[in-house]
Nanobody
Framework: QVQLVESGGGLVQAGGSLRLSCAASGRTFSSYAMGWFRQGPGKAREFVAAITRSGSSTYYADSVKGRFAISRDNAKNTVYLQMNSLKPEDTAVYYC????????????????????WGQGTQVTVSS
C-alpha cells in the first residue's frame, strides 16, 4: 500500500512557475514508476508526465513538453513537477500516481495502469 500526498498548488499568473511535490509513504518507493495527471474543469483526466523507477527516463505530454519537468528523489520518497511558462489552459487539479513495475525502463501514460493516486492539488493560472 502506498499513500501519496500532493502539495505546491496555487494561483499564479500566466508565464509564472510552480513546483508540485508528491510525498509517498512506505519503504518501496523506488519500486514504483510515477506519473502526474491533471483534470481541468469539464475535462477528462489527462496524462502530463511520467518518470521511471530510477529517474533515468522521463516522458511528457506534447502540451507540456519543454515547459514542465518531472523528477524524483528516491531517498526522500518524493516526486516533483516543475511547471514553467504556465498558461491559463494548464488550470486543473493535478494528481500524482504510482505504478508498481518490475521494469526499470518502462513508464505508462494511461491512468488505468496506475495503482495508487493522491488526492490532488489545484493549480489555477490567471490570464
Amino acid at each position: 500500500q502506498v499513500q501519496l500526498v500532493e502539495s505546491g498548488g496555487g494561483l499564479v499568473q500566466a508565464g509564472g512557475s510552480l513546483r508540485l511535490s508528491c510525498a509517498a509513504s512506505g519503504r518501496t518507493f523506488s519500486s514504483y514508476a510515477m506519473g502526474w495527471f491533471r483534470q481541468g474543469p469539464g475535462k477528462a483526466r489527462e496524462f502530463v508526465a511520467a518518470i521511471t523507477r530510477s529517474g533515468s527516463s522521463t516522458y511528457y505530454a506534447d502540451s507540456v513538453k519543454g515547459r514542465f519537468a518531472i523528477s524524483r528523489d528516491n531517498a526522500k520518497n518524493t516526486v516533483y513537477l516543475q511547471m514553467n511558462s504556465l498558461k491559463p489552459e494548464d488550470t486543473a487539479v493535478y494528481y500524482c500516481a504510482a505504478e508498481r513495475l518490475s521494469s526499470t525502463i518502462v513508464v505508462h501514460t494511461r491512468d488505468g495502469q496506475y495503482d495508487y493516486w493522491g488526492q490532488g492539488t489545484q493549480v489555477t493560472v490567471s490570464s
